[in-house]
């Protein structure tokens, strides 16, 4: 059984920035694309960001480019998610997951992976 546990939520100012980290249980973490989500209540979880298992494919959501960089160390099991110049449009709760291989159903789509960390509240005030 894998698990998935993100830090480094908080509360912040506009502009400021934010740290994510996932660490993830498991040996095989290495061979997994990971992936960050967020949600906000009543809406669905929207992807963010996704890196592949050897970091050569990296994809962002259009809001978030050139703000938000996503990162992972495969010797220590962990994704991070470097987020700056936050707005207040980014507060949300922030998951990690890992890549259901093969799934078929495209990496935006949060059926392409099959374990979720707990989350991690993010909220930016104006």
């Known amino acids: 059984q894998v698990q998935l546990v993100e830090t480094g939520g908080g509360l912040v100012q506009a502009g400021d920035s934010l740290r994510l980290t996932c660490t993830s249980s498991?040996?095989?973490?290495?061979?997994?694309?990971m992936a960050w989500f967020r949600q906000t209540p009543g809406k669905e979880r929207e992807f963010v960001a996704r890196?592949?298992?050897?970091?050569?494919?990296?994809y962002y959501t259009d809001s978030v480019k050139g703000r938000f960089t996503i990162s992972r160390d495969n010797a220590k099991n962990t994704v991070f998610l470097q987020m700056d110049s936050l707005k207040p449009e980014d507060t949300a709760v922030y998951y990690c997951?890992?890549?259901?291989?093969?799934?078929?159903?495209?990496?935006?789509?949060?059926?392409?992976?099959?374990?979720w960390g707990q989350g991690t509240q993010v909220t930016v005030s104006s």
């Open positions: 997951a890992r890549d259901r291989p093969n799934s078929g159903l495209g990496y935006r789509s949060a059926t392409s992976y099959d374990y």
């Open positions: 498991g040996r095989t973490f290495s061979t997994f694309a």
């Open positions: 890196i592949s298992w050897n970091s050569v494919g990296i």
